[in-house]
Structures are given as C-alpha cells and as structure tokens.
C-alpha cells in the first residue's frame, strides 16, 4: 500500500471546507505525535504537539480564509491533505 492510500484509509480530516475547528480522527487508533497547517508556500501556519489515538481539534479560525495543507505526523506514517478554509 502507498504511503497516500495509507493515510486516506487510516485517518481524516473534517470538515472540508472548514470555518473555525477542524477534527483530526485516526481510524485505528494510530498514535498521532503532531498536527500542522501549511500555507501553499509550504510554510507553517500553526503547529499543535500532542499524542492522540483517536481524535483531536484544532481552532483555526485565525487563520485566512484560502487553501491549506494538514499534515499529521504519526509513529507510522507523515501523511497531507488539502483543506479549504472559509
């Protein structure tokens, strides 16, 4: 299994597009050891270290409305998806 279909499979990150809080939620309780929001540029927005395995928020309502990466960093695998903030 590729990287990508990995984390598609194995976690997600709601609501898409998003105002204020998105959820990021493992589905099998894969340990989570961080949580970032990237810019196009690639650039960190906001960071949150914590370990989770089952699901956590994260407030971005500061952030701009425009596209953004989420990249979770877990024991297992670094996976990105795309969310639109509104």
Known sequence: MRNDEFFA????????PASD???????????????QVLDMNGRVIK???ATFEDATTMNISEINSGVYFVKVKSQ??????KVVKK
């Open 9 to 16: 499979s194995n976690f997600s990150v709601t609501p898409n």
């Open 21 to 35: 809080v998105i959820t990021i939620a493992t589905k099998n309780n894969i340990p989570v050891e961080s949580v």
């Open 47 to 49: 960071e949150m270290n």
């Open 76 to 81: 297992i695998v670094v996976g990105t998806t």
